[in-house]
C-alpha cells in the first residue's frame, strides 16, 4: 500500500505598495474573527485567502480553494449577482462597493461588500477584500416598515378628502381611493352602505358594479346576506365565495368573495364596506386590519357629516367627531403597538394635569391633551422587536427608533386639528439644553406643550413597568427630572411636576407607585 499523499502547502505571497512583504497570517487572523464569510481576491477573480467562516460553509481545506474563481467557488449553482461587483469595482476603480441581490434558487437576500486593500500580489495585481453576508432578515424588516407605511399613507389620503363635499361624493371617492391601491388583494368592485336606526343597508356609493348587481344590493334589510350579517355582528365577515349566506343573487352573478366591515360609533351602527375578492383569495389578516381601520376612517367621515347637517348640536359634534378621530388613531396604534397604546394613555392624564398646573386654558388643555394622546403615534411603523429590546440599540436600530417623531408628525399633519399637534409631536423629543432630536431646538423655541410631553413621557417610561424595562417607581421618576433640570427639562415644567407631587395631584396610575 502506497503511503497517503501529503497535501502540498500553497504558498501566497502578498506586498505592500513598498513592495515589502505582508504578515498575512496577522490578516487572516483578524478576518477570522468575522461572522461574515470573507476572502481576498485578486482583480482577476482568484482566490488568495479565506476566513474561518468561508471554510466552515464550504467544508474545504484553506489550501484546496486556492488559486481557483472566487464566483465558481461561492456560487457553484448559480445565483451570482449580475453584473460581478467585483468586476464592476475593477472597471471602475472603486476603492469600496456594496451590492444587494435576491437569490432566485434559495430566495435568500445576500449582500457584497467589495473594498480595495493596499496589498499587491507578485504580478501587481491588486487585492481585494470581499465580504458577504446573508441580510435576509433585516429586508424582511425592511418590508414591514415599507407595508405599514403603504397603510399608513393610504389611511392619511382619506383624511386629506375634503369633507366639505357631499357625503355621497365623498363615500364614493373614499371607497374609489381603497379599491385602487395596488397592494391590497381586492377586485376594483365594492360598495359603500349606510345603516338605518334599525341596522337596514342603503347602497350610497359603489364601484366596478353591474347593473343588475346594483338593482339587487340597492337595499339590503337588517341580517340578510353577507354585508346585513357583518351589520348585525358589527364584526368583519370574509367569504371566500359565493356560497349559500350570499343570499342576494342576480344573473350575471361571477364567482367571488367579500370582504364586509362594518362601522359604528360606541352606541350606533354607521354602515358596511363591502370589497370584492377575485375567487380563490387566500384571508389575510393584515388586510383585514388594514379594511378595520379604513373603515374606521369612513365612519369619521359620516360622523362629520352628520354633524354638519344637525346646525343645532354641531359645536359638541364636532367634539364628538374630533374624539372619534382620536380613537381611530388610537385603535389603529392599539392594534398594532399594544405597550405604546398604554403608554400613550398614561402620559396624556400626567400632561394634562401638568397644563392644569401650568394655568393652562380649556381650549390650550384640549390640544395639548390631543398632542400627548397621539405623541408616539409614528411607532406603529417601528419594528415592534426594537421597541421592547432591552439595554442600547444598535446605531441604526436606534435610527429606525428616532424616525418615529417625524413620522408621527407626518402622519396627523393631514388631520385639520385645531393646534399645532403635529409640531408638538416632532418636538417631543428636543431637550431645554438644545441636545435633543431631530431639530436640535432649544429653550423657548420648543412648544411648551411638548416640553411638557417630554416630561410626562419621561416620568411615565420610568414609574411604569414596559417590555424593555422594569418599573422603577414615582421616586426614581422625580430624581430623574430633578437631574435633567435645566439640561434635556424645562425647569418651570419640572417645577410644576414637583408642586403635584407634594398637593397630592398626580394622577392615580403615577401615585399608586409611590414617593
Known sequence: MNPPTKRRKKTVRLFDSDG???????????????????????????????NATLRRFLGAHPDAVIGLDAYELLFPDGGAPDPCPLELAVQEGLERHTAMWERLDTGRWLEASITLTPFVTRKKNRVYLFRQRDVSDREEVLEQIKLRTQELEALRD?????????????????????????????????????????????????????????????????????CGSAAAARELVYSAEVGREHSRRHDDIQPHGHYCVPFSTEDRLLGVLTFYLPAGHRRSRREEAFLRSAASVVGVMVERAHSREDKAGQHQQANDTLQASIRTIGCMVERLTPSTAAHQ?????????????LEFEPHRLQGLGVAASLHDIGEVAVPRHLLEQPGTLEPNDEDQVRAHVELGAGFVEAAGFDWPVADMIRQHHEAWDGSGYPQGLAGQDILLEARIIVVADTVETIASSHPHSPAMGLAASGAALLEGRGTRFDPAVVEAFMRLMDQDGLPTWLAAHGG
Open 345 to 357: 394613555r398614561r402620559v396624556t392624564e400626567l400632561a394634562n394635569a401638568l397644563g392644569q398646573a
Open 158 to 226: 382619506l383624511l386629506l378628502l375634503d369633507p366639505a363635499v357631499p357625503l355621497n361624493m365623498l363615500l364614493q371617492l373614499a371607497l374609489e381611493r381603497l379599491v385602487d391601491l395596488s397592494w391590497l388583494g381586492v377586485q376594483r368592485r365594492g360598495i359603500v352602505f349606510l345603516a338605518d336606526a334599525s341596522g337596514n343597508l342603503t347602497m350610497r356609493a359603489a364601484v366596478g358594479l353591474s347593473t343588475s348587481a346594483i338593482n339587487h344590493c340597492a337595499h339590503v334589510p337588517a341580517g340578510t346576506c353577507i
Open 20 to 50: 515589502s512583504l505582508i504578515d498575512l497570517p496577522s490578516v487572516l487572523a483578524l478576518m477570522d474573527a468575522w461572522s461574515d464569510a470573507a476572502l481576498l481576491v485578486s482583480e482577476e477573480r482568484l482566490v488568495l485567502a479565506t
